[in-house]
């Protein structure tokens, strides 16, 4: 149950798109569709951004969009908006109903 | 709208107890899977726990096997984690959350508990 690995910060001016990363392994990412992202402000609890690799929730700008090839998850946010900073943590099904999140990244809107 | 209400934090000495209680509403609490994660201070996300809708499987990551039960009371409305033999480790902000077959839905605001040594 090792942890995905992510960028610890990303960052991008207002308007253009950014994409976090999110690596596991064939135990985990690479075996399951069931990658999400979390947003999570500081002092607030995270936020379900992203689920089953692409889908958004209802609620959820469709300016963040997820995708994945092999081991490796991605959470991309378009026409970045101040809002938009905060930390994101990608979690991915390890098997067995037992879950691995990512060490989280900061995005900073410059 | 759906809320959790995470309470029954707080400090605890090392080898002591604690019992969190997570109070639901706003949705149907006996369909839903539930789930609770913890994120230390300053640290990331760490899923703890996850038990099925009627209460009959319960799952554990591998550092509170044995010390950790999370158990459910459907007619309640009401999600526990009954925490056991705490170690410096566990000090933590625990979240209250719907889901844990696929994804993660709803949190809740968190109790924070702090386990002294």
């Known amino acids: 149950q090792s942890a995905l690995t992510q960028p610890a910060s990303v960052s991008g001016s207002p308007g253009q798109s950014i994409t976090i990363s999110c690596t596991g392994t064939s135990s985990d990412v690479g075996n399951y569709n069931f990658v999400s992202w979390y947003q999570q402000h500081p002092g607030k609890a995270p936020k379900l951004m992203i689920y089953e690799g692409s889908k958004r929730p209802p609620g959820v700008s469709n300016r963040y969009s997820g995708s994945k090839s092999g081991n490796t998850a991605s959470l991309t946010i378009s026409g970045l908006q101040a809002e938009d900073e905060a930390d994101y943590y990608c979690?991915?099904?390890?098997?067995?109903?037992?879950?691995?999140f990512g060490g989280g990244t900061k995005l900073t809107v410059l | 709208e759906v809320q959790l209400v995470e309470s029954g934090g707080g400090l605890v000495q090392s080898g002591g107890s604690l019992r969190l209680s997570c109070a639901a509403s706003?949705?149907?609490?006996?369909?839903?899977?539930m789930s609770w994660v913890r994120q230390a201070p300053g640290k990331g996300l760490e899923w703890v726990a996850t038990?099925?809708?009627?209460?009959?499987?319960?799952y554990y990551v591998d550092s509170v096997k044995g010390r950790f039960t999370i158990s459910r009371d459907n007619a309640k409305n009401s999600l526990d984690l009954q925490m056991n033999s705490l170690r410096a480790e566990d000090s933590a902000v625990y979240y209250c959350?719907?889901?844990?077959?696929?994804?993660?839905?709803?949190w809740g605001q968190g109790t924070l508990v702090t386990v002294s040594s």
């Open positions: 959350a719907r889901g844990g077959s696929t994804h993660f839905g709803n």
């Open positions: 038990i099925k809708p009627d209460g009959s499987e319960t």
């Open positions: 706003g949705f149907t609490f006996s369909d839903s899977w």
């Open positions: 979690c991915s099904y390890a098997g067995s109903y037992t879950w691995v």
